[in-house]
């Protein structure tokens, strides 16, 4: 572990760079290539959209931990509106992020039982558990601040992917909602992260913290696509 401390903002611009060249970028995947291009077979498409699915229905129980977890007065408002957005598909009439995922999944010919009942591979089991573990053993600015790097690099890779869908498989721009939607929801949670990584991270021991957690999911995000 290096003993030198940036500042914040040499940091974050730091990480940045790094995450720029990491090796595991979901945009860069297999998966999205193969989708983009059109040679991903159906029966693939499903086995990821089932795997995947199973992080997509714990967000808005992720989201709400963190948001339980911060003890800044100014950024816990912050956090409540992405809770609420995560959340909003439980109100009677609403249509949150899982919901537009199911719809998806309808489109390729899942059922929400597919979805449900599935068989998880064991990245996608590390990734749930890994997930929800770091908000209960590391410092919640921590944990949001490692969004950069997590949530905060979807929003390439899901344009690509509701791009391929459409213009490869043929499906409908309502049908691939959950994917446009998450390349303007994504960008502004990773805007987040980076505001509270700047006031936060201030010693060396915390960026390490959260450098190492920020590129083990990272790891793990892109696994789950590995099918």
């Not at 979901?26 to 040679?39: D, L």
């Amino acid at each position: 572990m290096s003993s030198t401390t940036l500042s914040s903002d040499e940091f974050v611009e730091q990480l940045k760079k790094e995450i720029a060249t990491f090796h595991k970028l979901r945009i860069n995947h297999p998966f999205v290539k193969a989708v983009c291009e059109g040679t991903a077979s159906m029966d693939h498409i499903r086995t990821w959209a089932i795997q995947d699915y199973q992080f997509r229905a714990a967000v808005p129980r992720i989201a709400l931990l963190r948001y339980v977890a911060c003890s800044d007065p100014e950024f816990a408002p912050k956090l409540f509106e992405v809770a609420e957005e995560e959340t909003r598909g439980l109100l009677p009439g609403a249509t949150g992020h899982p919901d537009m995922f199911v719809e998806f999944a309808e489109a390729i010919g899942l059922t929400r039982a597919d979805l449900e009942n599935p068989q998880l591979l064991p990245a996608t089991a590390a990734h749930l558990y890994f997930a929800e573990l770091v908000i209960h053993t590391h410092p919640w600015f921590v944990v949001m601040a490692a969004q950069i790097g997590a949530e905060g690099t979807f929003g390439p890779a899901a344009a690509l992917l509701g791009k391929g869908f459409m213009e490869s498989y043929g499906m409908s721009p309502e049908s691939v909602l959950f994917f446009t939607v998450h390349v303007e929801a994504d960008e502004e949670h990773g805007s987040l992260a980076e505001e509270i990584a700047r006031r936060y991270l201030t010693t060396a021991n915390l960026q390490q913290q959260t450098r190492e957690m920020m590129f083990r999911r990272m790891e793990l995000l892109y696994d789950i696509w590995t099918i």
